[in-house]
């Protein structure tokens, strides 16, 4: 039998909640001109010239679940494409191509178990809801991992998930096989390791990329090695590359699967095939608190690293939502004490809720298992709504540049004065000074910009509403 030569291109696709907290709708942003924000020009540039291509049939991928909820929204045939290429793989291979991703983009390791367990069960709900299939993979927000985030996939059914390969501890890892990471309770998780030179050369090189042809002779095939053994191989970039970031990069991603490859007798390839084609798998340890995009570990959305200089602004923000996230925390146990038993499996669910699925009410009336009163019901929606504001905050955008006057940390401040509002609103305490000294230590290098003026102008803007309303 000959040797068979697969090549699998995961592509992570994603977009950050941008909306307002008041009106839902992502304000005007003026760097998108002549579109009306980022997700209308990325879409444009990328989605839609990719699906119309036919290229998320033949990769494997992840949408993230704030971008599948836009894209239904405002551009619903698009994602029908998506979906149907997803079904079109299970048609043929019995297997999709798709798989999921933690819901609003956190850096997991960073936060608390119950966190991680919300951020992957909301996700793994949005994707069911959007693929109307169960995920077998998951891809973690900027492939950040530790061993507990590993824990609670594998508790959650998820078969694998995608790592650099920098990511292994202990030896280096061949990229043309998966590996198993032992859990815990004699569970494990798989997880394919990308090709580090292969996935650089498609990010960062563009002229490797002007013609298909000469990638698949020149890059791809010489990776793989003489031998009788079956061999895989991965290239895992951003989505948003193939037609953003890059301008005709859809077209060379179209050409590279469908011909290019095939020449030099490769097949295409994604992680749940090659999990049926792969019989052994050897035993790898990860590196707790690594990621795919800061080489420090994740100290990029923590504090300062040569990653994103002169970024002293990110610990004392992060302090501040970590100790308003604890607070909140206390209020809503305290708050549902006798009326929820368990609250934060009642928040795991709280999806069924803002996806659209159930009303608020009969949601609290079913979970509670009794009648309660209006007054009861607008306090504890503004308390789950608080807490789903606790979780979007802290979205790896927010702390990804170095700089603090960008949209991205004024949104996750932004997200913290409209969750402190909503607890005031629902019980009357104001929680602004718990975090107010920290959020004035948070200041831009370039400027005077403080996180506190975020705070001040979000909390002004939520005021005013209601005195209007």
Request: net charge negative; with cysteine.
């Amino acid at each position: 039998m000959p040797n068979r030569h697969s090549l699998c291109v995961h592509a992570h696709f994603y977009q950050p909640t941008r909306e307002d907290p008041l009106t839902g709708v992502i304000p005007f942003e003026p760097g998108a001109h002549p579109f009306s924000n980022w997700n209308e020009l990325i879409y444009e540039a990328c989605y839609k010239p990719n699906a119309a291509l036919g290229n998320f049939s033949r990769i494997s991928f992840d949408i993230g679940p704030t971008l599948s909820r836009w894209l239904k929204q405002y551009h619903p045939d698009v994602l029908d494409q998506i979906v149907a290429a997803d079904h079109k793989n299970i048609e043929h291979y019995g297997i999709g191509n798709a798989i999921a991703q933690p819901y609003h983009h956190t850096i997991l390791p960073l936060g608390k178990r119950r966190d991680k367990q919300t951020q992957i069960r909301w996700g793994i709900y949005e994707f069911e809801r959007t693929f109307k299939h169960k995920p077998q993979g998951m891809w973690l927000p900027e492939t950040a991992v530790d061993n507990e985030t590993l824990e609670i996939l594998v508790e959650n059914g998820i078969e694998f998930t995608i790592l650099a390969p920098w990511q292994a501890d202990g030896k280096e890892v061949d990229p043309r096989k998966a590996y198993q990471v032992i859990l815990p309770g004699h569970r494990s998780i798989k997880v394919f390791f990308y090709h580090s030179g292969l996935s650089a050369r498609v990010s960062f090189d563009p002229h490797a990329t002007e013609n298909a042809d000469n990638f698949a002779r020149n890059f791809v095939k010489p990776e793989f090695v003489a031998g009788d053994q079956n061999q895989w191989l991965m290239i895992a970039t951003d989505g948003e590359l193939y037609g953003h970031h890059q301008i005709f990069r859809d077209k060379f991603l179209s050409y590279l699967l469908d011909g290019s490859i095939s020449v030099q007798h490769i097949e295409t390839d994604y992680p749940g095939l090659q999990l049926t084609q792969q019989k052994v798998f050897p035993v790898v340890k990860i590196r707790d608190n690594t990621s795919w995009s800061c080489h420090h570990g994740v100290q990029r959305w923590s504090g300062v690293c040569s990653c994103t200089p002169n970024a002293d602004w990110k610990k004392p923000l992060r302090e501040a939502l970590e100790c308003l996230s604890d607070e909140i925390d206390k209020i809503f146990v305290e708050s549902t004490q006798g009326i929820i038993e368990n609250p934060w499996e009642a928040r795991d669910r709280y999806i069924e809720v803002f996806s659209g699925d159930r009303k608020i009410g009969e949601w609290l009336q079913a979970l509670s298992g009794s009648d309660l009163s209006i007054e009861k019901i607008n306090q504890l929606d503004k308390l789950f709504q608080a807490e789903k504001e606790c979780q979007r905050m802290f979205t790896s955008c927010g702390w990804f540049f170095n700089e603090l006057d960008r949209i991205e940390p004024k949104n996750a401040v932004t997200y913290a004065a409209h969750a402190i509002w909503l607890t005031r609103q629902a019980i009357g305490i104001d929680l602004s000074n718990k975090i107010k000294p920290l959020l004035e230590k948070s200041k831009n290098w370039q400027n005077s910009v403080s996180a506190l003026d975020f705070y001040e102008e979000a909390i002004h803007r939520f005021e005013h509403s209601q005195k209007s309303g």
